[in-house]
């Protein structure tokens, strides 16, 4: 029988949203259902109680992969909160113990704890179902079922799921965070994914249902991981980075929470490695073909500025409280919770106010065809994919067509030529191998034969990178094309800089680094009436701005004295001559919007006045009667537009539904715009919208 872990009442039948400051803002124009509100909606504290037979009845189907216990909570929240929130199907599978030196530690305690590292791990099992409670039900002390499940080759595994709520699973593998105490180095889950003959064990932690450790190799675990991807068929995968970024760390950027050389602590990255490794042998069954996958950076995020609005963030620090617990105040033998970490201490990290994709730009890519309908592409699966309208302005969709590109990362972007062929670039996993050498990622390109017609192969592009360690660190492609037909593709590099190449009649040239600068991930790039390209980028003071002087010309990195930024910019090239720049504010996350004269010049503010709404790229699209429109991801996942650059002054509008990624925002000219986006349920969305 299960066990059982629980010290309240009895357990609400609901998964009400809980009043964290997670809650959305207030939805006008929803088509939703009018015998209750959409969850996550209603002002905090009044929201509708959804039964527990609504777990998953939003069709989509999250499998979360992290190391660490607190990981999701600290890097994949708020889109935790949200899929809790729209009764996903939620399933977060945590690969580490996380026993440490087994001391946990009270804030203001005098009395230094003994080394336990059973009781701490088992401590931090107990913190998380408070948290996972706290955002499902409204309070900590819910009642959860504790069980062994045993995987294919015998080893036996930790699943936890709320009471009377199955949409709602922990899954903890255990291995032990060290797995040399006392004598010896340490080794770790990176040890393990580096060398095929190590083996490893389980740990047992107090109060798990699982009772005696089981030896863990490379194989076995990615085994296991492939087993669970079999066994719930995600619709969406949230994992950590598998390539963060490399960091200099000197007095200007001391080391802090991150691995020497790097933005993020190794396990992370090593949780994200053997998740691709498991989703590329659950590709190669058969068994996988429409799932999305969004990653996340982990301690990058306490080195650029903070990017999510205040409520949100004390939404992610009451779930981290929660987390924390208190000692005595549960019942369970182990402890109840990470001491350290609750009564506000995860403020001083630096990862609370942030959450950062590592593909920011990823999300469907969409326009009108030769023939009207509109076209999109996005990544499912690992390939690309691309929908079409049954009709010009029908607004319904043909099933997605895959068109190979096995291995590409979350993020494309496509192009129509001038005889009207769509041309498709990408981001690959050329190579997933234990060592550096063998561990490659590449650009690769894809275009139609003929108008209309099929797909050839996927030819790689290489990467701007010579060294392959430096590769992996180098970001999705960005793209425009003038109207002389050169095209200009841009990725962001191990340096945090910028490198170009560009394809003219005479073919691709080299690839060229444009220097200068330090941005984030996420690059938007325009040409202007005059052919002109430019490129913009979020830094940590300002945004960036690469320009040509002249159509074809080199690019120069212009000064633009703009605010700092909290995300990636986006540009919009008026036919005025003039560009549109828009982009949230550091620590507020307000949406900026700034315009730059036809042939340069100073950037001027323009005064929009729209509160700060969600976090993540904003999307421009021209509007009806010269204004434009502006397209925002709230703080539960729907979208907010406003209409800018009118006399009117600019108000939100809601459009409901979640999206993975950005949204975008399409149409042809003098139509009513679209919204297109991503669904967790790995669907393709539209509406047509005001503006």
Same mark, same amino acid.
Not at 201 to 214: A, E, I
Not at 277 to 285: F, I, K, P, V, W
Not at 435 to 441: E, G, L, S, W
């Given at each position: ?24 803002? %207030? ?18 504290? $009044? ?79 107990? &913190? ?14 819910? /009642? ?16 936890? %799921? ?89 007095? $200007? ?50 080195? +650029? ?10 939404? $992610?620090? #009451? ?86 590109? #096995? ?16 041309? @498709? ?25 003929? $108008? ?19 590769? *992996? ?20 590099? +191990? ?5 170009? *190449? ?5 073919? +691709? ?47 120069? @990195? ?15 090239? *008026? ?5 549109? @720049? ?17 042939? !340069? =010049? ?16 904003? %999307? ?5 009667? !010269? ?19 009118? /006399? ?12 993975? =990624? ?16 991503? &669904? ?12």
């Amino acid at each position: 029988m299960p066990e059982h872990i629980g010290t309240g009442g009895p357990l609400r039948p609901t998964r009400r949203a809980v009043a964290l400051g997670l809650a959305a803002l %207030t939805v006008a124009g929803c088509g939703d259902r009018a015998e209750r509100p959409r969850p996550g909606t209603a002002p905090a504290g $009044k929201r509708g109680k959804v039964s527990a037979a609504a777990d998953g009845s939003s069709g989509a189907r999250v499998l979360q992969v992290v190391a660490h216990p607190d990981d999701d909570l600290y890097f994949l929240n708020p889109d935790l909160q949200q899929s809790i929130d729209a009764n996903d199907q939620l399933v977060t599978v945590y690969l580490i113990s996380g026993e440490a030196d087994g001391r946990n530690k009270a804030p203001g305690s005098t009395t230094a704890p003994k080394a336990d590292r059973a009781a701490y791990a088992g401590a931090r099992r107990q &913190g998380l179902r408070q948290a996972y409670s706290l955002m499902a039900t409204g309070r900590t002390d819910a /009642r959860w079922e504790l069980k062994a499940d045993k995987l294919p080759d015998g080893t036996l595994i930790e699943t936890d %799921t709320l009471a009377g709520h199955p949409g709602l699973q922990l899954v903890f593998l255990g291995l032990l965070q060290h797995s040399s105490h006392g004598g010896g180095r340490s080794r770790g889950l990176v040890d393990l994914w580096a060398d095929p003959a190590m083996v490893t064990s389980t740990h047992v932690t107090t109060g798990s249902p699982v009772r005696d450790p089981h030896r863990v190799t490379r194989a076995s675990l990615t085994d296991a991981l492939v087993h669970l991807l079999e066994q719930y068929r995600p619709t969406l995968v949230r994992t950590m980075d598998p390539d963060p970024d490399m960091q200099v760390h000197d007095k $200007k950027h001391r080391l802090h929470h991150d691995a020497h050389g790097y933005s993020d602590h190794p396990d992370h990255t090593a949780a994200a490695l053997f998740t691709h490794a498991a989703l590329a042998r659950y590709r190669s069954r058969g068994a996988g073909r429409s799932y999305l996958v969004t990653a996340y950076r982990g301690y990058y995020n306490e080195r +650029w500025p903070d990017n999510l609005p205040r409520q949100v963030v004390r939404g $992610k620090a #009451d779930v981290l409280n929660a987390y924390g617990g208190n000692p005595g105040s549960c019942g369970f033998a182990a402890g109840c919770g990470d001491y350290d970490v609750g009564r506000d201490r995860s403020f001083g990290t630096g990862w609370l106010q942030r959450t950062s994709p590592r593909h920011p730009a990823a999300g469907p890519r969409t326009r009108p065809a030769p023939d009207g309908r509109l076209t999109a592409f996005a990544v499912l699966g690992g390939q690309a994919a691309m929908w079409q309208e049954t009709g010009r302005g029908s607004g319904t969709w043909t099933a997605p067509r895959l068109l190979g590109g #096995d291995g590409l990362l979350p993020g494309l972007t496509a192009e129509l030529t001038e005889d009207g062929r769509w041309q @498709l670039f990408a981001e690959r996993i050329a190579a997933l191998g234990r060592t550096r050498p063998d561990n490659r990622r590449e650009i690769v390109t894809a275009g139609q034969t003929r $108008k209309g017609g099929p797909f050839g192969a996927w030819s790689s592009l290489g990467n701007p990178e010579t060294d392959p360690d430096h590769g *992996r660190r180098v970001g999705g492609p960005v793209t425009v094309r003038t109207a002389d037909g050169t095209t200009c593709l841009f990725v962001r590099t +191990w340096a945090k800089g910028v490198a170009v *190449r560009r394809h003219t009649d005479a073919g +691709w040239d080299g690839w060229t680094d444009l220097g200068g600068a330090e941005v984030q991930e996420g690059l938007s790039a325009v040409a202007d009436r005059e052919g002109r390209v430019h490129l913009f980028g979020s830094a940590h003071d300002t945004v960036h701005h690469w320009a040509q002087q002249r159509p074809g010309g080199d690019f120069t @990195l212009v000064p633009t004295g703009l605010p700092a930024p909290a995300d990636p910019p986006t540009a919009l090239a *008026r036919p005025d001559g003039t560009i549109l @720049l828009a982009f949230r504010e550091a620590g507020s996350a307000r949406p900026l919007v700034h315009t730059l004269p036809a042939g !340069g =010049g100073t950037w001027r503010p323009e005064r929009v006045g729209l509160d700060a709404r969600g976090y993540g790229m904003l %999307t421009l699209h021209p509007a009806r009667g !010269g204004g434009v429109l502006l397209a925002a991801r709230n703080n539960n996942g729907s979208t907010s537009l406003a209409t800018i650059g009118t /006399r009117k002054a600019p108000r939100w509008s809601t459009v409901a539904g979640r999206a993975v =990624g950005n949204v975008c925002l399409t149409g042809a000219a003098g139509a009513r715009p679209v919204l297109v986006r991503l &669904g967790p349920d790995a669907t393709l969305h539209s509406e047509t919208v005001a503006g």
